[in-house]
């Protein structure tokens, strides 16, 4: 059923008042980023109705919630989203085409909001979707930055970053509610004062900073069940108007850095993926928003609850990695300071409310902050942190009497840092990795110690992500394919897709299924002419690696490849080679200076190679520039092969890679992450399996990694390669990837030379790399092994995943919204 609002002449005339009312001009007049505004608007105003339909039902039926706490929601672009939830696309589509508009214009027209570095800041929306879908009252809590992840732009080929100022326009589908404002205190101190009616000290936090956290609330949308959730996301304002009545008092100096501190607090995503940079201010924005969501979250239990000891029975909160890990602390600080509990009493509710996922094992992305810094900004939830810690310390000494080395590794507070990882696993009830070798990694290798001690808390939650997103509005072509086969019940049901699986050898259907990949392939070859002026033929292979740019990703093996290859067909004119084309998309973190030299690498090579007639066009480079969730909708639905080539063990899970599997891409890839759940659904003959396994790369690093210069001395193809990075190649300026070969070879390099193992790994990538080339010619075979990547993806929806975590940690309630 079609909401009333989308009949199309209502609708149409709900857009063309709101063209009126916001901008005094008529539909002809408006530009098109107008056009968007006003059709956002006639959508939220359905989305409100269902949003205060979604908070009568709950109110009524007073379900558990979940708090999902991130600092990251990479949300990417509501209003296709929402329009394919409410089941009113093609409505409007066709609408707006009346009206003589392109819906994918208007789509364009919104900003991506990019709250969110990468993997775990998409993984927190797609949980989101599949929460609201599946009828779980959910709040995402995070922080309404300013400007969101930059944009990426390349000048000479090098990477220049620019500010992402999403809010520029206003956002439509956002709400503000100064009406649940929340104080949030920095700095100051602890004054203790003994209360002799409780016979027992006070703790009074005094001459601190405070700032306003004001909420914006974002409406997230279920499929077709009425349900609207919640998404809050907090700005800092200065608690007073900075004004000469401060500087009267002799306040002066502090009015101006409470201002100072409400305008930076909030003002801009750390563009770090997988890595800690330790910097004050961020530790301040984890505060921030820690602090007003849990505020806000008790107030709300409080209205209609008067047992506060009883919270865990309606309240969850999920740590999304250790970012919000100062939760705990600040819940006990609430609970004591606040609502009067003692200390046992308020450990036993926070115990039962916290949980913890783990994303990463990358050593340079565990949060460990200074003692000194820490107490400084947050002097109370400190001296709570240590309380937490002289208690669980005693616990390891009982456990393990006389063992100092426990003691040393698992302790909170050690050595002048806090480690967030270990107050996360000490006070949460679960600890979760988010894919089955990840898991297992972290109960064998990293968490050892903890996983010993409290094995009970330990559990898997194997990644998801949303088809709604990722297929049904990403490539509605395979999407009505797939309707067309098998009915419409894989949007919320996704393991339906195995039906296709009696389609692997119909000649027909897998002609069917090339075909769209073919169009897919030629709407984003019209995406790369348009937006990087290269041309790209639709006939090669396309063969994609877009993600973070990370050392551990191995960008640099796939560029080494290009290279590799670039050089056989110049050596040998005459060779077979089919068509490929290679494509890239990355972000670097603007600090990070050698994964800034790898794309400035990967653009000379495309430079080079694009340039060279006499290899015939056989070989292209494309660098796709701001890779973002708004064009990998477009990517993942074009691509041929599916690059997901960490070195084993350093991929927790990757989001990436399920994405190409339900577009019908087979994976390239190591055994790492959940590329090893993927080949197991798909079978290893339908995917693209190389290189060294997580056991024998951690036995490597066990014993100090292994020797790339046999390699290199041993293989003339792979020096060469190395060689031309330094002798004018790719560059006239031969020191321009000097560190990047250095970081292969030299031994100086640290902690060792080639520490991802490229080297290593190369002749296994190339021998894999010519599989997918043998496979590729095979029209058939090709077909049928795309074909099944999309009929075995139906594991990979975060449908799948949330459903896990409601019935092993969270144990919520299904809610009733819409009525049938
Ligand atoms: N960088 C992992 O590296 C994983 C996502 C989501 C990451 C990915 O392999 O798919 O999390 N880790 O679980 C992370 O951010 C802080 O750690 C990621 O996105
Ligand atoms: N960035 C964007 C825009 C994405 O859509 C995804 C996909 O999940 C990621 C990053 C994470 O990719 P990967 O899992 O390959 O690291």
């Not at 509005?473 to 395979?478: F, I, Q, R, T, Y």
């Not at 110049?570 to 994964?595: D, L």
Request: charged residues 25%; glycine residues 6%.
């Amino acid at each position: 059923m079609i909401d009333k609002q989308f009949e199309k002449e209502e609708f149409k005339k709900s857009v063309k008042e709101n063209v009126k009312f916001l901008y005094r001009k008529t539909l002809e007049e408006a530009t098109q980023e107008q056009i968007f505004q006003a059709v956002s608007y006639t959508v939220k105003d359905v989305i409100i109705d269902n949003w205060l339909k979604s908070q009568k039902a709950y109110e009524k039926q007073d379900p558990k919630i979940v708090y999902y706490m991130s600092m990251e929601f990479l949300m990417g672009r509501a209003l296709g989203n929402n329009l394919i939830n409410l089941g009113a696309y093609g409505e409007v589509k066709e609408a707006l085409e009346e009206l003589g508009l392109d819906i994918n214009c208007i789509e364009d027209q919104e900003p991506d909001p990019a709250l969110g570095n990468g993997g775990l800041g998409r993984l927190a929306a797609c949980f989101l979707d599949s929460l609201a879908t599946l009828n779980y009252c959910a709040y995402g809590c995070g922080i309404r930055y300013r400007y969101g992840m930059f944009k990426q732009e390349i000048r000479d080929g090098y990477q220049v970053e620019a500010p992402d100022n999403w809010l520029k326009n206003g956002y439509p589908f956002e709400l503000r509610r100064p009406e649940y404002a929340k104080e949030v205190h920095f700095g100051g101190y602890v004054r203790v004062e003994w209360d002799p009616v409780k016979n027992e000290n006070k703790f009074i936090h005094e001459g601190y900073q405070a700032v306003k956290a004001v909420p914006y609330d974002m409406p997230i949308t279920g499929y077709n069940n009425d349900v609207v959730n919640t998404l809050r996301i907090w700005d800092a304002e200065p608690i007073v108007d900075f004004n000469l009545d401060s500087f009267d008092k002799g306040d002066y100096h502090n009015a101006v850095e409470q201002e100072n501190l409400a305008r930076t607090i909030v003002e801009v995503l750390y563009p770090n993926d997988n890595h800690m940079a330790g910097k004050e201010l961020r530790l301040k924005q984890q505060y921030f928003f820690v602090s007003a969501s849990l505020q806000a979250a008790i107030a709300k239990y409080k209205k209609t609850h008067d047992d506060i000891t009883k919270l865990h029975e309606k309240v969850v909160f999920q740590m999304n990695d250790t970012h919000p890990t100062v939760a705990v602390a600040e819940l006990m600080r609430i609970l004591i300071d606040e609502e009067g509990l003692g200390w046992d009493q308020a450990w036993d509710i926070t115990t039962k409310c916290c949980a913890y996922t783990n994303h990463t094992i990358m050593s340079e992305a565990l949060e460990k902050w200074p003692i000194e810094l820490f107490s400084r900004l947050l002097p109370r939830v400190y001296q709570i942190i240590e309380e937490i810690n002289r208690r669980f310390i005693l616990e390891i000494q009982q456990k393990y009497p006389g063992n100092f080395e426990k003691v040393k590794k698992m302790a909170i507070i050690y050595d002048g840092q806090v480690k967030m990882a270990h107050l996360a696993i000490v006070a949460g009830y679960s600890v979760n990795g988010v894919a089955r070798l990840h898991t297992e990694i972290l109960k064998n290798q990293e968490l050892k110690d903890f996983y010993e001690m409290m094995p009970e808390k330990f559990n898997n939650k194997t990644n998801g992500i949303t088809q709604r997103r990722f297929l049904a509005h990403g490539n509605p072509l395979l999407a009505d394919w797939v309707t067309d086969k098998i009915g419409p019940d894989w949007i919320t049901d996704l393991s339906q897709l195995s039906k296709l699986k009696v389609y692997a050898d119909d000649e027909k259907a897998l002609q069917e299924f090339m075909t769209i990949k073919f169009k897919n392939k030629e709407r984003l070859a019209k995406y790369i002419l348009e937006h990087n002026g290269v041309e790209v033929d639709p006939h090669s292979i396309f063969d994609i690696q877009v993600k973070r740019l990370h050392e551990y990703k191995r960008q640099l093996l796939n560029i080494l490849h290009v290279i590799y290859l670039y050089n056989q067909i110049k050596a040998h004119p005459e060779m077979e080679f089919y068509p490929r084309t290679f494509i890239f998309g990355a972000k670097a973190s603007a600090a990070y200076a050698r994964a800034k030299k790898i794309i400035k690498l990967i653009n000379c090579v495309a430079d080079v190679v694009n340039n060279d007639a006499s290899i015939n066009g056989k070989l292209k480079v494309v660098f796709i520039e701001n890779y973002r969730v708004s064009n990998a909708e477009i990517i993942f639905a074009a691509a041929d092969v599916s690059e997901q080539i960490s070195t084993a063990s350093k991929e927790a899970s990757g989001t990436g890679n399920m994405k190409f599997m339900l577009n019908g891409a087979p994976t390239l890839g190591t055994m790492d992450g959940a590329n090893v759940e993927i080949v197991q659904e798909v079978g290893e003959e339908n995917a693209f399996i190389f290189g060294m396994s997580s056991d024998q790369i951690i036995n490597y690093e066990n014993n100090g990694g292994y020797d790339p210069d046999f390699i290199y001395n041993t293989d003339p193809e792979i020096r060469q390669v190395l060689m031309q990075l330094i002798n004018g190649t790719f560059s006239s300026d031969t020191e321009m990837f000097r560190d990047i070969y250095n970081s292969l070879l030299d031994k100086r390099n640290m902690p060792r030379p080639d520490q991802y193992f490229i080297l290593g790994d190369f002749r296994s990538y190339a021998e894999a790399q010519k599989r997918v080339e043998e496979a590729y010619k095979d029209e058939k075979r090709w077909a049928k092994m795309a074909l099944l990547n999309t009929a075995c993806s139906g594991k990979f929806t975060s449908d799948r995943t949330i459903q896990e975590y409601v019935d092993d940690i969270w144990h919520l309630d299904k809610v009733v919204v819409k009525e049938n």
